[in-house]
Structures are given as C-alpha cells and as structure tokens.
C-alpha cells in the first residue's frame, strides 16, 4: 500500500528515539490513523511530515495541510438494549402469544447503524419472533427457552451512539496549531477504546453544520473505514 513504507520507516525512528514510551505511542498511532485515513480517503495525498499532509487544491497546486488527529470517546450508551426493550413492549401487545426467555446473537456488521438500520434491526426481530422471517439480515440466530413473559436479550453486540453534542464538544475542546497552512481535523472513532462492537452515528450529523476554527472536519471510523466530511458554519 501506498505510504505504507514511510510510515514503517517513521515508526522505527520514533520507536528507536528517545521519548518516553506514552508519548512514543500516541505518535505512532497517530500515524497510523493518519495512513489508514489517506488510504480510504485520497491515495493521492502525500505525506510531508508526521503532521502535514499534501493535497492537490482546487488549482491543481499542491498544499500543504496540518492534520490534527483526536479519538472521540463517546459517552456510555445501549442503543440495543433500548431496541430490545421497545420490542419487548411491543410483542407484549399480544398478551401470552410470544411469551419466552429469546437469547438473540447478532451477525458481525460491516457497517455502523443509521436510524433506519436501527428501525429494520428492530422490525427483523419483531418479524422472526412472529415467524413471519425465515431469511435473517442482521441476526445470526435467536434461542427461545420457555418462561411465562416475554424476554429479549443479547450477550455479542454492543452499540454506541455517536451524537452531534458529543462531536461538538469536541471540536470546542481542539485546538488548532500555530501555522500559516490549512488545518483539517481528523476526529477517529475506535470501537476498541470505545468498549463497543460498532455505532450508531446520529442523522444529525451528516446534516447539520458545527462550529470549528479548523477549515475541515472529518469523522473517521478507522476499523470500518467510514469517512463523513462534517459540514461547517461559515
């Protein structure tokens, strides 16, 4: 891949340098933020330095950016165990019908949840439980033991919910550097230091506009590569 080497290279100074080893490994993931952005994004950029990139303008110039990079930890949040318990109340609707202790394990999703996705996760439960479903988009398998309620839950997914406050805070909180170039900001969504398996990213946030001091801002998911240009007050 391109940069792929650079970055190795720069990796082993940093790692044979002397600073101390918190500082070492935040700037070597920093890097690797920054590599895995680039290739989802524009392979065409180059990398000038640890924090600069070079990106053709609109002129067919070549500039110089300076790249901020920051995780995005999100405030705690279980977006499916609210999708369970709405369907919980709604199968309860039916009085004893479904009643039964359903152990419901989800597929690995390539793709974080939109508020639609939510409503087709939560109709596809609905749709199996009634034996309406026989093909499953979302759900690997459910297990039903008898009980005399109904009860949902699930043990394999955990979902967080990215909201618009959160995000915006964040931007509130970054600071831009002290340079003539351009300067973007990369906000990473990782859902290792997250504590989650994937995330539900708020309508809002692909519509509405933020405040920043940055001249553009991206939220990047780095394990599943998503990008959303964040839109931006003038």
Same mark, same amino acid.
């Given at each position: 891949? /391109?940069?792929?080497?650079?970055?190795?290279?720069?990796?082993?100074?940093? &790692?044979?340098?002397?600073?101390?080893?918190?500082?070492?490994?935040?700037?070597?993931?920093?890097?690797?933020?920054?590599?895995?952005?680039?290739?989802?994004?524009? &392979?065409?950029?180059?990398?000038?330095?640890?924090?600069?990139?070079?990106?053709?303008?609109? !002129?067919?110039?070549?500039?110089?950016?300076?790249?901020?990079?920051?995780?995005?930890?999100?405030?705690?949040?279980?977006?499916?165990?609210?999708?369970?318990?709405?369907?919980?109340?709604?199968?309860?609707?039916?009085?004893?019908?479904?009643?039964?202790?359903?152990?419901?394990?989800?597929?690995?999703?390539?793709?974080?949840?939109?508020?639609?996705?939510?409503?087709?996760?939560?109709? &596809?439960?609905?749709?199996?439980?009634?034996?309406?479903?026989?093909?499953?988009?979302?759900?690997?398998?459910?297990?039903?033991?008898?009980?005399?309620?109904? &009860?949902?839950?699930?043990?394999?997914?955990?979902?967080?919910?990215?909201?618009?406050?959160?995000?915006?805070?964040?931007?509130?909180?970054?600071?831009?550097?002290?340079?003539?170039?351009?300067?973007?900001?990369?906000?990473?969504?990782?859902?290792?230091?997250? !504590?989650?398996?994937?995330?539900?990213?708020?309508?809002?946030?692909?519509?509405?506009?933020?405040?920043?001091? +940055?001249?553009?801002?991206?939220?990047?998911? +780095?394990? /599943?590569?998503?990008?959303?240009?964040?839109?931006?007050?003038?």
């Amino acid at each position: 891949m /391109k940069h792929l080497q650079q970055i190795e290279d720069w990796i082993e100074n940093i &790692e044979g340098s002397d600073l101390k080893a918190k500082l070492k490994n935040q700037t070597i993931n920093t890097l690797i933020d920054i590599w895995k952005f680039i290739t989802y994004y524009d &392979e065409t950029i180059s990398l000038k330095s640890e924090n600069v990139i070079t990106v053709e303008n609109e !002129n067919g110039i070549q500039e110089e950016i300076s790249l901020t990079v920051k995780d995005l930890i999100l405030k705690p949040s279980n977006v499916i165990q609210n999708v369970l318990s709405e369907t919980q109340l709604e199968l309860s609707k039916y009085g004893s019908n479904y009643n039964g202790k359903y152990n419901i394990q989800f597929q690995r999703f390539e793709e974080n949840f939109s508020s639609q996705k939510i409503i087709s996760l939560r109709e &596809e439960i609905l749709s199996i439980v009634k034996g309406e479903m026989i093909c499953f988009e979302h759900i690997n398998y459910i297990h039903k033991n008898a009980s005399d309620k109904i &009860e949902l839950f699930n043990t394999n997914l955990k979902i967080l919910e990215c909201e618009k406050e959160c995000i915006q805070q964040a931007l509130d909180k970054a600071s831009i550097s002290d340079t003539s170039k351009k300067q973007w900001l990369l906000l990473v969504l990782d859902y290792l230091k997250n !504590n989650c398996n994937t995330f539900l990213i708020q309508d809002q946030i692909k519509k509405s506009a933020f405040t920043s001091k +940055f001249d553009k801002v991206f939220l990047f998911d +780095f394990y /599943k590569g998503q990008i959303i240009e964040l839109k931006l007050e003038n």
